[in-house]
Antibody, heavy 114, light 107 residues
Framework: EVQLVESGGVLVEPGGSLRLSCAAS????????MSWVRQAPGMGLEWVGR??????????DYTARVKGRFTISRDDSRNTLYLQMNSLKIEDTAVYYC?????WGQGTLVTVSS | DIQMTQSSSSLSASVGDRVTITCRAS??????LNWFQQKPGKAPKLLIF???NLQNGVPSRFSGSGSGTNFTLTISSLQPEDFATYFC?????????FGGGTKVEIK
């Protein structure tokens, strides 16, 4: 069974940093293009960014709101995706999901507050 | 950025009703359109990809149509488990963008 499990969401102060993880099981992450999508409380879905498979270049793309602050990376040997978030802002408060497209994790809550 | 507009933020319907949810793109996106269902506290679930293709395991009462800028998700006979919020998403161009969602509520 394909499964994605996010972790790492916590309460952090504005300006702080955080790294989220997304552990995949039931399939190999190696050939997958992976995305992070977030959802602020009571709001809609916002695509954060994606990383291509290494065989397709392994490049990353981001929405303008996080470009330069967030970094997506992957460790295919650990079957894990990461989201490094720096210079966090209050408006980054959201549930963060990792996704292959069809498969989604359950999400992890990031709260940015003083 | 491509703006995705779902004209209705909510609609009320009864079990057994035929329900249609619309989504409009601000520019042509061919058929690069996905539909998701989300229930409270849960992750989105992919229902339809490429505008009209039913994702594996999704009941056949769900169908999608459209191309270019106008798209429709239809539930042929609404079931109790279908009360949820539905989002469209374009994957024609970056950044990928979602519609604001349509909440299907019990009448």
């Amino acid at each position: 069974e394909v499964q994605l499990v996010e972790s790492g969401g916590v309460l952090v102060e504005p300006g702080g940093s955080l790294r989220l993880s997304c552990a995949a099981s039931g399939f190999s992450l190696r050939n997958a293009w992976m995305s992070w999508v977030r959802q602020a409380p009571g709001m809609g879905l916002e695509w954060v960014g994606r990383i291509k498979s290494k065989s397709d270049g392994g490049t990353t793309d981001y929405t303008a709101r996080v470009k330069g602050r967030f970094t997506i990376s992957r460790d295919d040997s650990r079957n894990t995706l990461y989201l490094q978030m720096n210079s966090l802002k209050i408006e980054d408060t959201a549930v963060y999901y990792c996704s292959t497209g069809p498969a989604w994790g359950q999400g992890t809550l990031v709260t940015v507050s003083s | 950025d491509i703006q995705m507009t779902q004209s209705s933020s909510s609609l009320s319907a009864s079990v057994g009703d035929r329900v249609t949810i619309t989504c409009r793109a601000s520019q042509t996106i061919s058929t690069y359109l996905n539909w998701f269902q989300q229930k409270p506290g849960k992750a989105p679930k992919l229902l339809i990809f490429d505008a009209s293709n039913l994702q594996n395991g999704v009941p056949s009462r769900f169908s999608g149509s459209g191309s270019g800028t106008n798209f429709t998700l239809t539930i042929s006979s609404l079931q109790p488990e279908d009360f949820a919020t539905y989002f469209c998403q374009q994957n024609y161009d970056l950044p990928l963008t979602f519609g604001g969602g349509t909440k299907v509520e019990i009448k």
